[in-house]
């Protein structure tokens, strides 16, 4: 009797091949182009691998050298550009004091994360994930930590489907070995956030908890 998982076999056997066939494929690199990163997955559910480049491009800006991200499909036996967007990476010094802010893109379960971090003693670090849906990579999902030692760290989740933001602070006291002497923390919605890999980081999206009044930022 053929069982489930040996029905599933074949059909792994094939992603895997696909995979090492993807790696092995030549990528086109634009002049003044250097690949940072690059992940593939599949992103959008044909069972297809899509591949994630990261460029920096030598075109300046005020922080630095532009960043550029883009999505390929592999199609008549090369990889082509499907989605692409300048706007998506910070720039190079976008980090502040430490320099480069980007940190890494991963794609699992269809969706494609990318993470941030940078600051001086005051530090931060959000993660954006973006799912394949209206044609689109829309922002589903954000998550910020930031703050220093001896004084306080927040964080707030955002399920931008959903609409759900847990945010959360934590009040550090540095004479008593980083105590949290008090925590705080909320829950509300906010809903019609329409931010995909296009238009991210165009216009700052600014957010006000109803109960401590403290101003969030995306």
């Known amino acids: 009797m053929l069982t489930y998982d040996k029905m599933k076999l074949p059909f792994i056997i094939y992603l895997l091949f696909l995979s090492f066939l993807s790696f092995g494929q030549e990528i086109v690199i634009p002049n003044g182009y250097e690949l940072i990163a690059e992940d593939i ?7 297809i691998c899509e591949k994630v480049l990261v460029f920096e491009t030598s075109e300046p800006s005020e922080y ?10 592999y199609s008549n036996g090369k990889w082509q550009v499907w989605k ?3 706007n998506a990476i910070l720039k190079s010094q976008e980090g502040g004091v430490m320099g480069d802010p980007f940190e890494e893109i991963a794609i ?14 005051w530090k931060w670090f959000y993660k954006d994930k973006y799912r394949f849906q209206n044609e689109e990579f829309e922002l589903i999902g954000h998550t910020s930590i930031y703050g220093r030692n001896c004084d306080y760290w927040a ?14 602070k934590e009040y ?3 004479e008593k070995d980083q105590e ?3 925590t705080e923390v909320e829950e509300f ?22 109960k401590y009044q403290e101003d969030l930022y995306l």
């Open 108 to 121: 699992e379960n269809g969706i494609l994360t990318i993470s941030f971090s940078g600051g001086s003693s």
């Open 84 to 86: 692409k967007s300048s």
């Open 155 to 168: 964080s707030f989740d955002f399920n931008i489907s959903t609409g759900k933001i847990i945010y959360e």
């Open 172 to 174: 550090e006291d540095c």
């Open 64 to 73: 630095g050298n532009v960043r550029e991200i883009q999505v390929l499909k």
């Open 180 to 182: 949290i002497y008090k």
């Open 189 to 210: 919605f906010y809903k019609g956030l329409k931010i995909n890999l296009n238009n991210r980081n165009l216009d700052k999206v600014k957010l006000t908890t109803p």
């Open 41 to 47: 997955g599949d992103l959008d559910k044909d069972q």
